[in-house]
Every structure is written in C-alpha cells, then in structure tokens.
C-alpha cells in the first residue's frame, strides 16, 4: 500500500500502536535510507525504516510501550535473542514459559500464541491479548524480517495494508472448542485444561459421549 509522506506512513504505524515514541525527523530520514530513492514508500519501507530504528534483534526500550518488536532472520538463530524474546514475553504475559520450547524461534512463538488464545477462557472477551506477527523484507538488501506484536484488537495492524498472521495452532484452537482431534493435543493445551473449568467441561463431555481420543483422557483427572 503506497503512501505519500513519510508523515502519513508514521501516522499509520501509530494507528496500528507502533512507533509511539519515534522522532518523526528520525523516521522520515530512515525512509529515505530504505528507500535509496527508489523504491515507493510503502508499507514495507515504513515497517523497514521503523525496524531500523528500533532494532530488529528483538524486545529493546521502544518494545515496552507498543508490546511489539523486529526479529531480523538472521537473529533468529541467536540464543541470546530468543532467550530476551522469552523472558519478554513471561513478562508480558505474566507466566512462565518452559526453556524447552524457546530452542526454536518459531516454537516459542507458536506456544506463546496458544497461551495467548487459551487464556480467553479465564476471563471476558476480548481481555486477553493474542499474538500477531507480520512477515517483511528490507528492501534495501532483501533481507527478511518479522514484527511480533501483543494486541486486544488485531484491526489496526490488518489496516497497514500487508499480510497479518494470527498465532495459534489449529490443533488448540479446536480442542479450546471441545473438538478433540486424534494426536491433536498440543503441549500448552495440556498444561492448561487441568485447571480451566471451561476445558474441563469439554474434555468430560466428550468423554461422555465417547469422542475424546485416548491421549486426551490423562486430562480427565
């Protein structure tokens, strides 16, 4: 989606909770960079210029207040950086994330998305954040690149133009809605159903009706 200034690309960021504190003079200069005076300013540049000032290696000081951060493909690799992007969000979230699952990037993403959809069974609608993630590249050298972000309203980020990717396994999402499929349970849904009446009243159901695939009955109690 092409944009006319630097000053409306900033704009729409900030409608989407993003660059909050960036300095618009630093943020047109960085456009400019990415652009190499080529390249339209679109949404990518925009995401590419605010990543370059921000830092794409994970959760830095700008993290804190968008909830959201740049992982450079290259820094995915990075113990360092997935254990920062862990730690941020067991901070979050406020709960524990088990080591095992930040070995890889993507599996820590995938089980904090879970966590993230399952905990809208403890509480109202729409309280509990969900994890989105855009998936870009920096113009300039091609470089791949993502921005993950806690939101209770995922629009806005829909709104910047480009493809946005919802987090959690498919596996969970149907269990979360008592449909229990054969080899579909999912490690944060193990963890969590023992102690959520919702689920527990779902895993009895089916059992009742003799639906619920063996490795789902240790959940039973």
Request: proline fraction near 6%.
């Amino acid at each position: 989606m092409s944009m006319t200034s630097p000053e409306e690309a900033l704009a729409r960021l900030r409608r989407a909770g993003l660059a909050t504190q960036v300095d618009a003079a630093a943020f047109a200069a960085a456009c400019g960079e990415e652009r190499g005076g080529r390249a339209p300013l679109d949404a990518e540049v925009a995401l590419s210029a605010l990543a370059s000032i921000q830092g794409a290696r994970g959760p830095s000081g700008a993290s804190e207040i968008d909830r959201a951060f740049f992982v450079d493909e290259d820094a995915a690799a990075d113990a360092a950086v997935r254990d920062a992007v862990r730690a941020t969000f067991e901070r979050w979230l406020r709960c524990a994330i088990p080591a095992a699952v930040a070995s890889n990037l993507d599996r820590l993403v995938s089980y904090v998305g879970d966590v993230c959809f399952l905990a809208g069974h403890a509480g109202p609608e729409g309280e509990a954040p969900s994890l989105y993630s855009i998936d870009t590249w920096r113009p300039r050298d091609d470089t791949s690149f993502s921005l993950f972000a806690l939101r209770r309203d995922g629009a806005p980020l829909y709104e910047l133009g480009v493809p946005v990717q919802f987090h959690v396994h498919p596996d969970t999402e149907a269990a979360a809605a008592g449909i229990f499929r054969e080899g579909g349970l999912t490690r944060c849904y193990r963890e969590h159903a023992p102690a959520c009446a919702v689920c527990r009243d779902q895993l009895r159901s089916a059992a009742a009706r003799g639906v619920l695939p063996e490795v789902f009955r240790p959940l039973l109690g």
